[in-house]
Nanobody, 121 residues
Framework: VQLQASGGGLVQAGGSVRLSCAASGRTFSMYNMGWFRQAPGKEREFVAAINKIAGTTYYADSVKGRFTMSYDNAKNAVYLQMSTLKPEDTAIYYC???????????????WGQGTLVTVSS
C-alpha cells in the first residue's frame, strides 16, 4: 500500500489543522491506520491509530483530547484533526498502515512520506 500525507503547514499556537493521508495499492479497508510524528532532534513517536475491526481509536497521552483521527474507506483516506495546537506539536507527521492492531501503534509496515506541521508561539 502506498501512502501520501498532506495538509501540513504553519499555524499559530491554539490553532487547528487537518492532515490527510491518501492510500493506494492494496485494499485500504484491510489495514489499520496510524499517525506518528518526529520532532526536530527527537525520535519518531506514536500519535494516534485506528483499529478498524474493533472500531476503536487510540491516542498518545500528549494529544488526547486535542487530536481526532478518522478514516473514510470509500475515499481510501485517513485524517488527523489537530486542535489547540502547541509549539511542542511541531513535527513531521507520518501516516502509517499495518495489518495488526498492535503493530500499527508500534512498527507499521507501510509509511507515507510525512508532512511538516510548524506551530508558532
Amino acid at each position: 500500500v502506498q501512502l501520501q500525507a498532506s495538509g501540513g503547514g504553519l499555524v499559530q499556537a491554539g490553532g487547528s489543522v487537518r492532515l490527510s493521508c491518501a492510500a493506494s495499492g492494496r485494499t485500504f479497508s484491510m489495514y489499520n491506520m496510524g499517525w506518528f510524528r518526529q520532532a526536530p532532534g527527537k525520535e519518531r513517536e506514536f500519535v494516534a491509530a485506528i483499529n478498524k475491526i474493533a472500531g476503536t481509536t487510540y491516542y498518545a497521552d500528549s494529544v488526547k483530547g486535542r487530536f481526532t483521527m478518522s478514516y473514510d474507506n470509500a475515499k481510501n483516506a485517513v485524517y488527523l484533526q489537530m486542535s489547540t495546537l502547541k509549539p511542542e506539536d511541531t513535527a513531521i507527521y507520518y501516516c502509517a498502515a499495518a495489518s495488526g492492531a498492535l503493530t500499527v501503534t508500534t512498527t507499521p509496515r507501510y509509511w507515507g512520506q510525512g508532512t511538516l506541521v510548524t506551530v508558532s508561539s
